[in-house]
């Protein structure tokens, strides 16, 4: 909760107006029983209606400032509750761009996407009720007691002893709540899993006929989102019986003692109901604090699950504006690399050199370590021993922004944005030109399908592309790595869906630009034409060198390339 605390400094100004014009509200709820007891006192009772129109004049202008008042508050209010949540959107979201591959194994997506949004929110309804009513609610059971106390010492001592009892039940209720809205936000975000599984992966579910064990699944995660919300606000639902029974039960024990009271003349019917009133409204105080016991509890809830992103210290080498900023020529070379996940090892001393404009192919099994050495080069993983350097120079010196800005990935899960076909391939380069576009376009071998668009390049994408071929996509995302014209350009496992007349076209495409490729690749046929290729063996560069030095030197490599022959024959 403290950061929370800290982003709301931020608006100060707002929640100060808010709490003062609370405190109007407050006063007034606190003098309007005595003024009451004026009236029936020194006007009803004597039959002196002139104090009764003066008092009650006063209450009606009491009561408009009040008004007037609490409509002002929720302004603020709203404007000190929203900005928070504004900011903390904001900050959350930089906080999940700078994340590491090892935060993203720490936090699951449906669960970022929670805290984003329904934790932010119940934040924004903490900070609103707070600034609204929060506050007022146990300044008025403390100042209402000492209200009552001058007007009866005995009768409000029967307060004295019933309002600390169900205080200190209330706050044994808020711990247990604060844990039980804890797992309802973690279950929201498991459903949120199943249901994003569900949505992204639709058309497997219908064409393996599962979609009765996916309802299953389904349904059994809502239930138990069902069951732990049901306990929580069972929980809360019964607080507010129990506090009411108990104030209606001292209320009445005020009556029957005042009533004596009244008839022995130690007190005036004004009076009593005065204290009656100030015992009403704190019972009804009471009433408001289960409500707003449910709020914090929620909201405290999600304060220590968003203080879990934000406390997520962002790598330094993201943070470090002094490093060096210069154009790449595109030479990579690794020394005795070796990089670990999840502290198992994937790749081990590997170590090579790609000269500038060079074309390097990587092939291996499945698991063999090429997408993570790929991964290295523009810092999406950090290696853990060896050296990496780009034009001679230790790739720690270079700044990271400025060094992805030169390099062009295509990872082998094709990404596609909502938008048109020009805003796909232009999201490469901030203010690309329509020329630009197109020429990258071309280079991709996808412009002839695109002009074949009801609307060309304006064409308006589905969900994911989901109207494209996986080719297609492949090759628009092919076009947006182009575009940039970067000076490292690595395709992993980008052209698996293309036919090899396409394929054959693209690479030849490709040997056009300047830049240095990386090409991880299952058919040894797209990189026969490579300068040099990895053969990558459970995380070991086992051997390197041109197709034809291969064939000669690898039987590893031999026995790969006479299996595709044979499965292609």
């Not at 393996?208 to 699944?217: P, Q």
């Not at 129990?242 to 008839?263: H, Q, T």
């Not at 628009?476 to 496992?493: E, F, G, M, Q, Y």
């Not at 459970?538 to 041109?546: E, H, N, R, Y």
């Amino acid at each position: 909760m403290q950061k929370i605390i800290a982003y709301s400094m931020n608006y100060k100004t707002s929640a100060g107006i808010a709490l003062c014009l609370m405190l109007i509200e407050l006063i007034v709820e606190l003098v309007q029983p005595l003024i009451m007891a004026k009236i029936i006192d020194g006007g009803i009772l004597v039959e002196d209606y002139s104090t009764v129109a003066l008092w009650g004049s006063v209450l009606i202008g009491l009561s408009l400032l009040a008004f007037t008042a609490g409509i002002t508050n929720s302004f603020f209010a709203a404007h000190f509750s929203q900005g928070v949540g504004y900011d903390l959107r904001r900050d959350l979201f930089a906080k999940v761009q700078k994340f590491t591959h090892e935060n993203f194994q720490q936090f699951s997506t449906p669960g970022l996407i929670t805290k984003i949004t329904n934790d932010v929110t119940q934040i924004q309804s903490l900070l609103f009720m707070f600034v609204r009513i929060a506050l007022r609610a146990p300044l008025f059971i403390i100042f209402g007691l000492m209200m009552a106390f001058t007007i009866n010492v005995q009768l409000t001592f029967i307060l004295v002893i019933a309002v600390p009892a169900f205080l200190g039940f209330l706050f044994w209720v808020l711990k247990i709540g604060v844990r039980l809205f804890k797992r309802v936000q973690l279950k929201i975000d498991r459903l949120n899993t199943v249901i994003r599984e569900n949505l992204t992966g639709i058309r497997l579910i219908k064409g393996f006929n599962r979609e009765e064990y996916e309802s299953d699944r389904f349904l059994h995660v809502n239930k138990q989102l069902m069951g732990v919300n049901k306990r929580a606000l069972w929980l809360m639902e019964v607080a507010m019986p129990v506090v009411m029974l108990g104030m209606n039960a001292s209320i009445l024990l005020i009556l029957w003692l005042g009533a004596d009271k009244l008839s022995l003349g130690n007190i005036q019917a004004g009076e009593l109901v005065a204290l009656i009133n100030y015992a009403t409204r704190i019972m009804f105080t009471f009433g408001l604090f289960t409500f707003l016991i449910m709020i914090f509890s929620r909201g405290n809830a999600s304060a220590e699950r968003i203080s879990e992103v934000l406390d997520v210290e962002a790598p330094s080498y993201l943070e470090d504006s002094e490093k060096i900023q210069q154009e790449l020529k595109g030479e990579v070379r690794f020394e005795r690399v070796s990089f670990f996940h999840s502290d198992h090892p994937v790749l081990h001393n590997v170590s090579f050199h790609a000269q500038p404009g060079q074309t390097i192919g990587l092939l291996g099994e499945t698991g063999a370590g090429k997408t993570s050495l790929l991964h290295l080069i523009p810092r999406l993983y950090e290696k853990h021993s060896g050296e990496i350097y780009l034009d001679d120079n230790p790739i720690e010196v270079f700044d990271t922004k400025s060094l992805r800005k030169q390099i062009s990935l295509v990872p082998q899960d094709v990404h596609l944005f909502s938008g048109s076909v020009r805003s796909n391939i232009a999201w490469g380069k901030e203010n690309a030109k329509m020329s630009e576009v197109v020429e990258a376009a071309k280079q991709a071998q996808i412009h002839s399908f695109i002009k074949t668009l009801p609307d060309g390049y304006d064409t308006v994408l589905g969900q994911k592309g989901v109207t494209f071929s996986g080719g297609q996509k492949q090759r628009l995302s092919i076009a947006r790595a182009l575009v940039r014209k970067p000076k490292i350009l690595i395709l992993d496992d980008s052209t698996s869906a293309l036919d090899a007349y396409t394929e054959m076209k693209l690479l030849n495409s490709l040997k056009t630009q300047q830049c240095t490729v990386f090409i991880v690749a299952q058919k040894i046929s797209s990189l026969k034409e490579a300068n040099q290729i990895l053969l990558l063996h459970q995380g070991k560069l086992i051997a390197q060198g041109s197709h034809e030095e291969l064939l000669n030197e690898s039987p590893y490599y031999r026995e790969v390339f006479q299996s595709q022959r044979e499965d292609v024959m």
